[in-house]
């Protein structure tokens, strides 16, 4: 080192102050004044025996990356549960009935949690044959003896719908449909233009009769637990099912057809009603647009969201786009309180709802 290294020198490059300007964003010891600092460590998840839900997504609140959102969101929802003069929003998207996540829906309708149901007539149609004695059963994704083609070509030939791992005798299709000709549309037949909201409630009135007439060990159900508590379910692309498609094909003979417009009127009446509105949207498509899109008509916005998706927001799409960008749109509040969850719905959602009832409870 040459002998005629100035004195000060070592201590610029070791975060010294010497020669710093004023407005340098350090103190006088040289330590850095980080705008997107907020000396808040990471800690470390602890997990034990006989820990509660609740207890494990507060832990989560240590860590960081997806433990983190989850912590996020069970916090945000147990608010919006927790507060008494919130109406809350559900929807419903993807195979959340045929997964086996039916249940926890509909005790939360029961238990006055959710004020009002977007849901996918996919949903409703498998809500259905479970209320009326059928069964979803376990099953593969392929049979490692076979390519996948050939094991569903077998499962074809065998009269088995596969949703991924979850199996479906199309049998009980033929059942469901006998169950809407003879419980269900008969009451509406004659009525002309009805909203589809009045199809789902007649298809929650039937499903509980029947599931009480019969004794069916499994319990009535989403559509049935609606009804029983007043709840409205709106199913805004009801023709893209097998509900669909037999209330479709059963008015080609009766005075009866569904009116898509209806609806719109009762759900922008009931988020107009609203002193705080919050929203659970599980998976995306329809029933997330549907859901979020009636607050463009209000002078309102949700004050709590909370959402779970497997899409990610980089390709555009709705059903992965976050809550901040939906914020953009009007469609929640400047200082709302929102969480988005990336993950697979029948692992999260019981989660959030668990650690959310049991801080509300």
């Excluded at 009480?212 to 009804?227: K, S």
């Excluded at 037999?246 to 009762?266: C, I, K, N, P």
Aim: net charge negative.
């Amino acid at each position: 080192m040459s002998d005629d290294h100035e004195e000060g020198d070592t201590a610029d490059q070791a975060g010294g102050t010497a020669d710093r300007e004023e407005g340098d964003p350090a103190d006088s010891d040289g330590h850095l004044h980080r705008k997107e600092f907020g000396e808040d460590p990471v800690g470390h998840a602890r997990v034990g025996a006989g820990m509660t839900v609740g207890e494990l997504l507060e832990t989560y609140g240590e860590a960081g990356i997806g433990a983190a959102d989850v912590h996020e969101a069970g916090d945000v929802l147990a608010e919006m549960f927790g507060n008494d003069d919130c109406t809350v929003f559900c929807s419903l998207a993807g195979a959340m009935v045929p997964a086996g996540m039916r249940r926890i829906v509909s005790e939360l309708i029961r238990d006055g949690y959710v004020d009002a149901l977007v849901t996918t007539g996919a949903n409703l149609t498998h809500d259905t044959i479970e209320a009326i004695g059928g069964k979803h059963h376990h099953g593969r994704v392929h049979d490692p003896e076979k390519t996948p083609r050939e094991h569903d070509e077998t499962l074809r030939e065998e009269g088995v719908d596969r949703i991924y791992n979850v199996y479906l005798p199309q049998e009980h299709f033929a059942e469901f449909e006998g169950h809407l000709r003879e419980e269900v549309f008969p009451a509406l037949d004659g009525e002309g233009s009805i909203p589809i909201a009045e199809l789902c409630a007649e298809l929650g009135r039937a499903n509980a009769e029947v599931n009480e007439r019969e004794a069916v060990a499994e319990d009535a159900g989403v559509a049935a637990a609606a009804y029983e508590s007043d709840v409205p379910v709106y199913c805004p692309a009801v023709q893209d099912s097998v509900l669909g498609l037999q209330a479709w094909m059963y008015a080609q003979t009766a005075d009866f057809t569904l009116d898509a417009l209806a609806d719109m009127t009762e759900l922008t009446d009931l988020a107009f009603d609203a002193d705080d509105a919050g929203c659970l949207l599980v998976g995306g498509g329809v029933p997330k647009n549907f859901t979020l899109q009636t607050m463009l008509v209000t002078p309102r916005a949700y004050d709590y969201a909370v959402q779970v998706t497997m899409d990610p927001p980089s390709t555009g799409g709705l059903s992965g786009a976050t809550l901040d960008e939906a914020r953009s749109w009007g469609k929640l509040e400047t200082d709302a309180r929102n969480a988005s969850v990336y993950g697979d719905a029948t692992v999260i959602l019981p989660l959030l709802v668990a650690a959310a009832r049991e801080r509300v409870e």
